[in-house]
């Protein structure tokens, strides 16, 4: 599985961004699908994710509220809509893939986003 985000860039404080992660390969083999950010000098963190069907959601509470993760089966695509941005919201985001077992393996190579206070 291959994952490709797209979307981030640099926005001013209240703004919004629309990330997209494209899966190829063996995306039959794919689950749950969710976001990951790193800011420079903390560690990765949980954003949101998605089930398969795309009925049951999670969200950090740092995002909660300001954020939806949608998914497009049929294009094999994930979707992260940012709301009300922050500059605490800046980092590089990372797509996820988990199989069957609900561990994340398959990763992209993240997009950045830079909010501007």
């Known amino acids: 599985v291959q994952l490709q985000a797209s979307g981030g860039g640099l926005v001013q404080a209240g703004g919004s961004l629309r990330l997209s992660c494209a899966a190829s390969?063996?995306?039959?083999?794919?689950?749950?699908m969710g976001w990951f950010r790193q800011a420079p000098g903390k560690e990765r963190e949980f954003v949101a994710d998605i089930n398969r069907s795309g009925s049951i959601t999670n969200y950090a509470d740092s995002v909660k509220g300001r954020s939806t993760i949608s998914r497009d089966n049929a294009k094999n695509t994930v979707y992260l809509q940012m709301n009300s941005l922050k500059p605490e919201d800046t980092a590089v985001y990372y797509c996820?893939?988990?199989?069957?077992?609900?561990?994340?393996?398959?990763w992209g190579q993240g997009t950045q986003v830079t909010v501007s206070s």
């Open positions: 390969g063996r995306t039959f083999s794919i689950y749950n």
């Open positions: 996820a893939a988990s199989s069957s077992s609900g561990n994340y393996y398959y």
